[in-house]
């Protein structure tokens, strides 16, 4: 539709409204030009943010319009996942020989029970806005409470991961940049935000994300520098590529005090302050700290402390690859397993790669079994067997996009088939996936974001003014800390975008399912908070680290003889890292 059909639509419609002004229709078209609607669909957005209201244009109409759109957006967006969910159930999967698309059985509908009580009922647990919870009922007599979120249930991962509009992939960049303008506007109590690439005498305030100059994005190994630093905006102010040059004299606003630098990589959302005097760059005086997510614990309307699941538990990480490059013999694995019998955790959480599509035997086809059948005679028997030597003990099984034996190879990516496993205490979840055992809320992953956002990050010094006022105990500075504040601060498991090509087959990256890669979630009240614990596992060392009472856990691979064990206290006031005790220990 043309620019000129949209106009005289939008002039039609409005007629005589007060309030119209050249400015007001300029903008609806650019709503128009970026969710390609028609003026009159846009002008009944209007009507529909005016219900009940005056009929004038004010200042918040264009934020109000856009408001709307996005809510039908999301509002089709889920009706279309849950119409394919429905579609997958009822055909149970692809060709045959291959395993059924990943969907969430019927028995998934209802809690878990308390120990020797499994149909005991209880009042239930207060919920985030938007994160309903659910677990299986055939579980078995846990000790602990697991609740997973909806948004990681097999129905909102079942989609078509190899069928992606270039429209729906901007789209979703698109909302990544505008969902963090009211948090920076109200944080730092701003006007508002203006076009980079606009001539202003005085200095403005700018939102959008760390590009690479097209030259350099094209090739690989090119790595960020000064020279190649853009800044991209949202399509609704034109989604420019601005030159950005920084200022001798940089000052870094609501950093963590000590920490004077500032990491920027391709796929940040950032926010500068500067000017662009008419050249073909914006020049930046000063760069503001994104605010990071509280922990969910530290919110008040959680009433952790009220909660009777919110009871001590103890808990194994480990991350796989389980067996050398070398051999098939899964030596660390089965030593994984003799320390479980012997200390029965009330919680195992796995994550893979588990029979890696990597391994030198597996590529080159040095196999006598199919995939599926090493891991039921290695991994499924093992589970199935530790029933019945600590049946109060859940194990969670998180994916990794290599492999062998899941048909989703794609990141965010949905839980392994339930039928790998059955035994009614394993559970199959997401990667990544947010859950919560006795009110202490995780966030997993197996990609290894850290490496990729080291790899790709650029630092600038500068003068520090306004540090953010974090405690002591979780203002750690060093590079890890400050990898992971990245990783919240930029609210998702993987910020960056592009992938790096030389290691884009870590991760193969499904931009336009990029929301399901959340690293935060909501309360009751709509606040965005951080999970109490975070296990992002990396090639870097394995550590512990309490990022703004976040506890992150790198617990290394197990074939490097490394796990995390963690013991939670209980309920008690303040966040749950001042009760959780991670220790990393040799198998």
Request: charged fraction near 25%; proline fraction near 7%.
């Amino acid at each position: 539709m043309s620019r000129e059909l949209w106009k005289s639509q939008l002039e039609q419609n409005y007629g005589d409204v007060p309030g119209l002004t050249p400015a007001f229709i300029e903008q609806c078209l650019k709503i128009c030009q970026t969710y390609d609607l028609s003026g009159e669909d846009v002008f009944f957005k209007w009507e529909a943010s005016i219900l009940h209201k005056d009929r004038i244009i004010t200042d918040d109409t264009i934020g109000n319009i856009e408001a709307v759109v996005k809510s039908d957006l999301a509002r089709a967006a889920k009706q279309r996942a849950q119409q394919q969910a429905r579609s997958i159930a009822s055909s149970r999967g692809g060709r045959p020989g291959m395993n059924p698309f990943i969907g969430t059985p019927s028995r998934s509908s209802t809690r878990v029970g308390p120990i020797g009580s499994p149909s005991t009922p209880r009042t239930p647990m207060p919920k985030a806005r938007g994160v309903a919870f659910s677990t299986p009922a055939a579980a078995g007599k846990h000790k602990v409470r697991f609740e997973l979120s909806e948004e990681d249930s097999g129905k909102a991962r079942s989609y078509k991961y190899m069928y992606e509009k270039f429209s729906q992939r901007g789209l979703v960049l698109d909302n990544r940049i505008m969902e963090f303008s009211d948090l920076i506007l109200k944080h730092y109590d701003l006007p508002a935000f203006s076009e980079p690439h606009l001539t202003t005498d005085e200095d403005v305030y700018v939102l959008g994300r760390i590009v690479l100059d097209a030259e350099s994005s094209a090739s690989i190994g090119v790595k960020l520098n000064e020279a190649s630093l853009y800044l991209e905006g949202p399509r609704l102010m034109e989604a420019t590529r601005v030159r950005l040059r920084l200022e001798p004299n940089l000052r870094v606003r609501g950093a963590p005090k000590g920490r004077s630098n500032i990491g920027m990589f391709p796929g940040a959302i950032v926010v500068m302050k500067g000017r662009n005097g008419g050249g073909d760059y914006f020049s930046v005086n000063e760069i503001l700290s994104i605010p990071p997510p509280s922990p969910i614990s530290a919110q008040s309307d959680r009433q952790i402390k009220a909660e009777p699941s919110s009871d001590s538990f103890s808990m194994i990480v480990a991350c796989g690859p389980f067996t050398p490059d070398s051999d098939l013999e899964f030596r660390p694995w089965k030593t994984l397993m003799e320390r479980i019998r012997t200390n029965r955790p009330d919680v195992v959480l796995l994550l893979g790669p588990f029979l890696d599509s990597l391994h030198s035997k597996m590529k080159v086809g040095d196999i006598d079994e199919f995939p599926e059948e090493i891991f039921a005679r290695v991994f499924a028997q093992d589970l199935v067997d530790l029933h019945s030597y600590s049946p109060s003990t859940l194990v969670l099984l998180l994916p990794s996009i290599r492999d062998a034996v899941h048909n989703h190879t794609t990141y965010p990516q949905a839980a392994l088939p339930n039928h790998l496993v059955e035994s009614p205490n394993v559970r199959m979840i997401p990667n990544p996936a947010h859950f919560t055992i006795n009110g202490v809320s995780f966030g997993a992953s197996s990609v290894d974001s850290l490496f990729h956002v080291k790899k790709e990050e650029y630092t600038k010094s500068g003068i520090e003014i306004q540090p953010s006022q974090v405690p002591a105990e979780s203002s750690a500075t060093d590079v890890m800390s400050n990898l992971c504040r990245q990783l919240l601060a930029q609210r998702s498991f993987y910020p960056v975008f592009p992938t790096p090509m030389d290691v884009a087959h870590e991760v193969n990256l499904d931009v336009s399912h990029l929301e399901l890669a959340r690293i935060t979630t909501q309360t009751f009240s709509g606040e965005t908070v951080a999970p109490d614990v975070l296990v992002v596992p990396s090639r870097y060392k394995q550590f512990v680290k309490n990022v703004d009472h976040t506890m992150a856990i790198n617990p290394s691979f197990a074939t490097k003889g490394m796990v995390a064990s963690v013991f939670y206290g209980g309920a008690g006031d303040g966040p749950a890292s001042s009760r959780l005790k991670i220790e990393l220990e040799k198998l």
